[in-house]
């Protein structure tokens, strides 16, 4: 289980396709302090950790299968990507954002960016069966970002990112068109299901 509270900033090393895809992330995490079969959630996916190392800089190598790739915006990355990472969550850990998985659910697109303040506002399009689950001042995770939802019209819905969060994620990247991991709030699942009994 993650917060959607992003501790650091890493970046794709290596990528290799042999049977699943194999990806080699840097990181500034103390690499002493992970487990082999570790989770750590790279840009919100929840990513086991196979092995680990410090040369040239920290790193740490997960697997990935076909399944996690044709779900996610893993299929765009490349060397040099920067993506969100979070360590998983320890008993007596601060719960800064919301309860998040790591199982993204789709990908939702960028359709819109606008400066609002010192803060940016941005329109993303949800996949339809996705956007019954997305409500205003309901959360969302973005690619492993906690979010809070400002409004939504059909499958758009507006996030609104101060500048903290463009400081320390990957957000201050935001363009038209991007692809971003989707994770909806496992409450608005919960209840979606249960009306579908009543």
């Known amino acids: 289980m993650f917060t959607g509270i992003v501790t650091d900033i890493g970046k ?52 990935i299968s076909a399944e ?28 800064g954002g919301h309860i998040v998985s790591g199982h993204v659910d789709g990908v939702a697109e960028v359709v819109a960016i606008r400066p609002e303040g010192d803060s940016l506002r941005v329109t993303f399009r949800a996949p339809e069966a996705l956007a019954k689950f997305i ?18 019209e059909g499958c758009d819905f507006g996030i609104n990112f101060i500048p903290h969060t463009q400081a320390v994620t990957t957000w201050n990247e935001v363009a038209v068109g991007q692809k971003v991991n989707l994770e909806v709030d496992t409450m608005a699942r919960y209840v979606a299901r249960l009306r579908e009994w009543a």
């Open 12 to 63: 794709v090393l290596e990528l290799e396709q042999k049977g699943d895809l194999r990806a080699r992330i840097g990181t500034s995490y103390d690499v002493a302090g992970i487990d082999l079969g570790a989770s750590i959630a790279c840009n919100g996916v929840c990513l086991t950790v196979i092995a680990l190392g410090r040369a040239p800089q920290n790193w740490f190598d997960v697997q």
């Open 68 to 95: 996690s790739v044709s779900k996610t915006n893993i299929g765009g990355w490349a060397e040099g990507t920067r993506l969100n990472l979070e360590r998983a969550l320890k008993v007596g850990d601060e719960l």
């Open 135 to 152: 409500a205003p001042k309901g959360s969302v995770a973005l690619n492993g970002t906690s979010l809070t939802v400002n409004e939504v």
